[in-house]
């Protein structure tokens, strides 16, 4: 599989005694853990008992009412600030621009990301997570449901990243789709700390570690 | 460490607002058709013979900047907005530095409001009889009003975005901010009008750049807050 050069290095991410309070209501009460290359940690648990609110908070979009995240790279540890750069996510909440294409959608974040890769390493990635070429110059609001899951994976994974958090990443896949995710994962298995936040028993099982989040 | 500069990725946002707007044209529509049904009215209604010479200075230049403010109202606010409302907001946070994401936005409505003077200012003077004697000071209040008005309207925009009702609260926010910027605005548009010397809308140009440099100064440190929480 192609992904475009980037960052080296492993990032351990460790967290401690996370909480999250939405006013009176407690969506995650002392959840501890660690992620890091090797690994593929599961999030388990059922609709409403935290899984995504804990995904954002390990990405830096969410900050917890309580406990601690750390990114811990081989210079130091990083800042909040900074984590972005180091990190890829794919989450139900997150959508691509419908105006553009898909290859437009991919150029435009490799530049923010300032990357340098081209049309013919984006074309060649969105191809291995099984959107044929016909599909790359058409806008993203034309996409069904599945397709639009894929572009959102290929942008996860465009700056090779240190960190990849998935939420619910086979949600909107065919069959096919499926094993795509999974050989996925299991290509950043060993480079990247993994976390997979889902209840499905297929992609439960891709777990060295599970964290199960109770209501 | 990142390969490519601020000023670059800055660029690629601007690139990618311009080619979703001109495929949607929400923005572009909703702020030229507000513009030019007020300025058609305005022309309508009282045109270039119903104010006094005496008057025409004052009152032309008051109603050129009330079309302008309003229309721009009307269609600035979007390049946040829309980021929520489609969700990608999230997908942005995740791949760029705030400093990137505002100066792109930034520029795309600077551009906005730059094309949105070129289109209605020489139409206004055209319709409404306003004859400038310093066309050099009138073009100096517009781009940096317009710089003034950009930066206002997109810290702004950044602010109400995650909130329901940012439409109304856009309107609340942005026109205490505005207002003083509107009265130099009008003061230096209208000294253009009166003078031939170019200098004579430097007291009100001052002003004008003062509260441009303040309210960038001032996002540039707000902004990243704002934007991750």
Known sequence: MLFLPAMTGGVRVAFDQIG???GNRTVLARVSGVLEPGRVVVVAGPNGSG???LLNILAGVLRPSRGTVS???GDGELPRGRWFERLGVAAPDMAVYEELSALENLGFFARVRGLR?????HAALLEELGLGPREHRRPVGTFSSGMKQRVKLALAVLHDPAVLLLDEPSSNLDEAGHRVVAALVERFRARAAVAVASNDPREIAWGDARIELAL | MRASSLLSEALAVLGKEWTSELRSRVALNAIGLFALTTLIAV???IGPYRISEADRPFLLAALLWIILFFAASSGLARVFVKEED???AKTLRLAARPAAVFAGKLLFNLILLLCLEALIVPLYCALMGFAVRSVAGLALVLAFGAVALASTATIVAAIIARASGSGTLFAILTVPLALPLLVFLIQGTRAAA??????????ALRAIVSLAGVTLVASVYLFPVVWHD
């Open chain 1, 51 to 53: 899984k995504s609110t």
């Open chain 2, 86 to 88: 489609a969700h990608t």
């Open chain 1, 71 to 73: 990114y811990r790279s």
């Open chain 2, 194 to 203: 009166q003078a031939d010397a170019i200098a004579a809308v430097f007291p």
């Open chain 1, 117 to 121: 890769a081209g049309a013919g390493e």
């Open chain 1, 20 to 22: 999250k309070r939405f």
């Open chain 2, 43 to 45: 022309a309508y209604q």
